[in-house]
């Protein structure tokens, strides 16, 4: 891939420059309790608001995803990710669709390589013809029920974003409505490929280059024991100083996407970020995350209170942003 060519969107222009290895830097992720969220809202929103507007990371506790929950979706990705590479080839990412399976198709801007993961996307309405249905029973019932409560819980936390903006306490619930033919957020399962027989060199690269989020919000589910997600905030990307974020059991890692960070004219900040390779003496077998993003419906239309960016739907963003990972 050419990493030296322009793109449309400004976001894209800029990511392919944090392609570099850059140093480290210790700072704190705000971590914010969502308990008792009706009564605290006000109080929660601006934590929320803080963290968004200074770092663009905070991780969340309390927050009525059980673990239970988290662990048993975590073992239906180890499945998934174990069927034979036939079974998982007939369920694939098909151009545009951000749905189905992909081995090492995603190429970053910053890096111009493929990262080094598998992964295996639902975005309910393209989801036809895309489970693997008999090959991993009860895989489907799982998925679905996961998917909704990362819905539920990721529209709390935008509807605290749409109050600081000065939006309808629902505005960002009704530009994700999951009964819409237009809805395309995502639940993502991601396989980071184990280090076998690896050589010196194979330690610098990357498992997923350096990047910022598509979308309005993410929110990871991570494994404890299996690091290597790293952050750098946008106020002082120029640095490339970065820093680990651990995880951590109950704690979920949120992060703003560009769609929120146009809707707010800026003021919350898309934060770069990447997974770096282990290091020869930490754990080197499979890594698994589940993250979902809360992607606007395709016929919302994203600009902010100030109208500091041209109006664009979710659609035509997303398609501009898939095809600059997803190039052939």
């Known amino acids: 891939m050419n990493t030296n060519a322009a793109y449309e969107l400004a976001e894209l222009d800029k990511e392919k420059t944090f392609g570099g290895v850059g140093g480290t830097k210790a700072r704190d992720v705000p971590r914010i309790d969502m308990s008792d969220f009706?009564?605290?809202?006000?109080?929660?929103?601006?934590?929320?608001?803080?963290?968004?507007?200074?770092?663009?990371?905070?991780?969340?506790?309390?927050?009525?995803?059980?673990?239970?929950?988290?662990?048993?979706?975590?073992?239906?990705?180890?499945r998934f990710f174990a069927l034979p590479q036939e079974t998982k080839a007939?369920?694939?990412?098909?151009?545009?669709?951000?749905a189905g399976w992909e081995y090492k198709s995603q190429v970053r801007p910053s890096t111009g390589t493929a990262d080094q993961k598998e992964?295996?996307?639902?975005?309910?309405?393209?989801?036809?013809?895309?489970?693997?249905?008999?090959?991993?029973?009860?895989?489907?019932?799982?998925?679905?029920?996961?998917?909704?409560?990362?819905?539920?819980?990721g529209m709390k936390v935008l509807s605290c974003f749409a109050l600081k903006l000065g939006f309808a306490p629902d505005f960002f619930t009704q530009a994700h409505d999951p009964l819409s033919p237009e809805y395309q957020s995502t639940l993502r399962l991601l396989h980071y490929l184990p280090m076998v027989d690896a050589k010196p060199e194979d330690y610098g690269a990357w498992r997923a280059g350096a990047h910022t989020d598509f979308d309005c919000l993410t929110l990871l589910h991570q494994r404890t024991g299996q690091g290597g997600l790293q952050l750098c905030p946008g106020k002082e990307s120029t640095e490339l100083a970065w820093t680990d974020v651990e995880p951590l059991l109950g704690v979920i890692t949120c992060n703003i996407g560009d769609m929120l960070m146009r809707w707010s004219d800026d003021r919350l900040l898309s934060t770069l970020h990447r997974v770096r390779?282990?290091?020869?003496?930490?754990?080197?077998?499979?890594?698994?995350?589940?993250?979902?993003?809360?992607?606007?419906?395709?016929?919302?239309?994203?600009?902010?209170?100030?109208?500091?960016?041209?109006p664009i739907t979710a659609h035509?963003?997303?398609?501009?942003?898939?095809?600059?990972?997803f190039a052939k």
């Open 38 to 78: 009706e009564a605290r809202k006000a109080e929660i929103a601006d934590q929320l608001w803080n963290a968004a507007s200074d770092i663009g990371f905070f991780q969340i506790v309390n927050h009525a995803i059980p673990q239970a929950q988290t662990d048993e979706t975590f073992e239906m990705t180890a």
């Open 90 to 98: 007939r369920l694939p990412l098909l151009k545009g669709t951000n």
């Open 119 to 153: 992964s295996y996307q639902i975005t309910l309405p393209r989801m036809k013809d895309l489970w693997p249905g008999d090959a991993l029973p009860g895989f489907k019932a799982a998925m679905l029920a996961f998917e909704r409560a990362n819905w539920a819980l």
């Open 277 to 310: 390779m282990p290091r020869p003496d930490e754990y080197l077998g499979s890594r698994y995350s589940l993250p979902f993003f809360c992607k606007p419906n395709k016929d919302a239309v994203i600009q902010g209170p100030e109208k500091r960016y041209a």
């Open 316 to 325: 035509d963003y997303l398609q501009q942003r898939i095809a600059a990972n």
